[in-house]
């Protein structure tokens, strides 16, 4: 069986085909909206979506050596993110499925991440730190549900860090840059640590790393803004491990792609005699790919959806997911 994917959920839009024997992902195809000054504008990164759709579609295809009529299944992404982004996709996919006359299925965004991860590496079942613009959160499965552990309490880290580098002019998005500069730091200056039990708050410390970019060098406040900001990530990822004696740690989130996290949730888990995992870098980040691959295992699993069930929905937390397709 081959599903076509579609993704939507805020700045990237994309198309992935899959199927359900080696190799599983036959195509993966994104095109990003950079807005020309701020954040994203739901309205114009939606508008981005519905030009880029169907050429995104078309390359998918093309990649995969497939035609529309070898698609058994399309899956797309139901939430959560920018409603306008979710709505053009949303159609888009429902029209797509209609005309081929094949099943639909809405997929949780943030459950995808972790479903591709499974799928690529050798990790079963993983505690999932998923980082992203709008999603910071530590996810593992658990009486038949993906349950959070823990999550932000204001903004996504990589909101966090996209905010900053907008202020410094790094462009969007700004986590590579940060990065690279961050590599250039060798001094520590103080940032409020903000862990609160399994959550954790990035809306302080964005602030006072704004405040010291004023007066210190900018490599020595990326340096420290990446530092503090991971342990607190790597400090709520462990605790999640030993919350539920799992020996797998798994990154998503296009956040992940950050070598320094990647390193500190690394020896995190070697420390524990665990093991990390990382998915490839094409498949960290927002991608229909993952959506399709989530759809066709809930489809296996005999979930199934009529047009009038797939309303997009905002607000779609991670825990509300019945996971039928795992034991």
Request: include cysteine; charge should be negative.
């Amino acid at each position: 069986m081959q599903c076509l994917g579609l993704e939507g959920t805020a700045h990237t839009v994309g198309a992935g085909v899959v199927r359900d024997e080696p190799p599983f992902v036959l195509s993966n195809v994104t095109r990003m909206y950079r807005p020309m000054e701020g954040g994203i504008h739901p309205r114009d990164a939606a508008n981005h979506h519905a030009a880029e759709l169907l050429p995104v579609i078309r390359d998918a295809l093309d990649d995969a050596d497939v035609t529309p009529g070898d698609i058994d299944l399309v899956g797309f992404s139901m939430g959560p993110g920018l409603g306008p982004c979710l709505r053009t996709v949303a159609t888009a996919a429902r029209s797509l499925a209609l005309h081929l006359d094949v099943p639909l299925v809405g997929v949780n965004h943030c459950i995808a991440h972790l479903e591709i991860g499974r799928a690529l590496t050798d990790a079963h079942d993983p505690v999932l730190l998923y980082v992203s613009g709008g999603n910071t959160q530590v996810i593992a499965f658990l009486n038949g549900r993906y349950r959070v552990f823990g999550e932000t309490l204001d903004i996504g880290i990589g909101n966090c860090l996209d905010k900053f580098g907008r202020q410094m002019d790094m462009g969007f998005p700004a986590g590579p840059r940060i990065e690279e500069l961050a590599r250039q730091g060798s001094r520590y200056l103080e940032l409020p640590y903000s862990v609160k039990g399994m959550d954790v708050s990035f809306s302080g410390i964005l602030t006072a790393a704004l405040a010291l970019a004023d007066d210190m060098a900018l490599p020595d406040v990326c340096y420290s803004l990446q530092e503090t900001c991971f342990a607190m990530l790597t400090e709520v990822t462990e605790r999640a491990m030993a919350h539920t004696a799992k020996d797998e740690v798994l990154l998503g989130g296009g956040v992940a792609s950050n070598h320094r996290l990647q390193d500190m949730v690394t020896t995190m888990a070697r420390a524990r005699d665990a093991r990390c995992f990382v998915p490839p870098g094409d498949l960290l980040v927002d991608n229909g790919a993952m959506i399709g691959w989530t759809a066709l295992l809930m489809h296996r699993a005999g979930v199934s959806m009529d047009v009038a069930s797939t309303k997009v929905r905002q607000r779609f937390r991670t825990d509300e997911v019945d996971v039928v397709w795992r034991d």
